[in-house]
């Protein structure tokens, strides 16, 4: 897809027959393409329609109902923030009643869109022209917020950004351009000295913009944000996505934190001020309690699983793991809690016996702290995912002072 296309989606006339689409199915695809070129749509034209449809079909996940109103590409569309998380970051400079945001990378324009929605004007821009259009177009409901071909490195930041009650966001490109993975999408890095614009550049825009936010690698390690900013990693649905490190009237509370999200749930956010600073440790088995919680990976990866152990007097099972036991039942909105039915030491001829005795026939496995394979274990105690005419149960396989373990669990949501 190039400019003229991009243009001509935007266009009144793209846009109605984009509209008149119907919804995408692979199997239709063929018959789809071949009537759009019988109305006189070109190849260009016909393979963007049947592109944006599809690509609308898959981000109904993250955007919902505003996917309809936007454009994208395939590597726009995995790279933008969701809508959740949008919001999110959205709501940090609305809450420091920032006027005017620059966002340095802004992608198709997700996290923009989401600015714009709560009254601040954003100005954005990106390297790649035809992602800048598409952000363009996106942000069109908002007529003072735009987007338009740059650089981050050439932004120049207002004289007195306080007065300008200014804001930078920034997304630094943490995947090589040209180089693609086996899925055919361009490789993802990991080195926070791969990000462009690189993380002094990062620096230098928050030292000359106080109120600035960068999102980054959900593996950035503690010591990297400065003092006095506030590290946030942010999870959706147990999968953690970023962390994001906010400077200046952007930070709700300095240090690490950690932001819980989950649909139909509301937000959860956890800090080091309710974090226990050593969290008490099981020594042996013996140790565990009648409940284990599972710590949600953002959780885990800010190390505040203190604010676990904290909630409920409990102690860790393995430093690093995310697994606290306890004998207290407390509903954590950053934790998943399990009763447990049963644990003992980890031995494949002890456990296949277990579950022969209790008439387990499908099993699901959770493993963390120990390197198995799952599909060998389950051929090991001759059971499959399904129960069929038996019980299900679920296995946590971990450590546990140090000792492998398995703790059969029933989930308490």
């Known amino acids: 897809m190039d400019l003229t296309t991009v243009r001509w989606l935007a266009s009144p006339e793209g846009h109605a027959a984009l509209h008149d689409l119907p919804e995408y199915r692979e199997a ?55 809508l959740e998380v949008a919001a999110t970051h959205a709501g940090r400079y609305a809450a420091a009643s920032l006027a005017t945001v620059h966002d340095l990378g802004c992608g198709i324009g997700s996290d923009a869109m989401a600015m714009s929605a709560l009254g601040v004007t954003v100005q954005g821009i990106d ?25 981050a490195e050439d932004f120049e930041p207002p004289l007195d950004p306080l007065h300008a009650r200014a804001g930078v966001w920034l997304d630094p490109a943490r995947r090589t351009p040209g180089v693609a993975d086996r ?24 030292r000359d913009v106080p109120a600035t936010g960068a999102k980054l690698s959900p593996s950035l390690p503690h010591d990297i944000p400065p003092l006095g900013t506030e590290a946030q990693w942010l999870s959706w649905q147990g999968t953690v996505l970023e962390c994001t490190v906010w400077w200046g009237p952007l930070v709700k509370e300095t240090g690490r934190s950690a932001r819980v999200l989950r649909r139909g749930h509301p ?7 309710s974090c226990e600073d ?38 860790e099972l393995e430093p690093g793991l995310g697994y606290v036991t306890s004998d207290l039942e407390i509903d954590l909105g950053h934790a998943r809690r399990f009763e447990v039915l049963e644990a003992m030491p980890f031995s494949v001829k002890a456990l ?10 499908g099993l699901t496995i959770k493993k963390r702290g120990i390197r198995l394979d799952e599909d060998q274990l389950r051929r090991q105690l001759k059971i499959g995912r399904g129960a069929g005419d038996g019980a299900s149960a679920t296995i946590v396989l971990t450590r546990v002072g140090g000792a492998q373990s398995v703790l059969v669990v029933s989930p308490c949501d």
């Open 28 to 82: 239709d695809a063929v018959a789809q393409v071949s009537a759009l070129r019988a109305e006189g749509r070109s190849a260009e034209q016909a393979a963007a329609l049947m592109t944006q449809k599809r690509l609308r079909a898959r981000a109904q996940d993250k955007f919902g109902e505003f996917a309809q109103g936007m454009l994208f590409t395939p590597d726009g569309l995995e790279q933008a923030s969701r």
């Open 127 to 151: 390297a790649d022209p035809l992602t800048a259009a598409l952000a363009d177009i996106n942000l069109r409901p908002w007529p003072d917020s735009r987007a338009r071909t740059g650089v």
């Open 183 to 206: 899925s055919g999408r361009t490789r993802r890095v990991f080195r926070l000295d791969e990000i462009s614009p690189s993380w002094d550049f990062v620096l230098s825009v928050a």
């Open 267 to 273: 937000p959860v956010e956890v800090d080091e001020r």
């Open 278 to 315: 050593d969290p008490r440790r099981a020594a042996a088995l013996a140790d565990t309690g009648r409940w284990l919680y599972e710590a949600d990976r953002a959780v885990v990866r800010a190390g505040l699983i203190g604010t676990v152990t904290g909630a409920v007097s409990g102690a």
């Open 352 to 361: 296949r016996a277990w579950l022969r005795e209790h008439g387990i026939t």
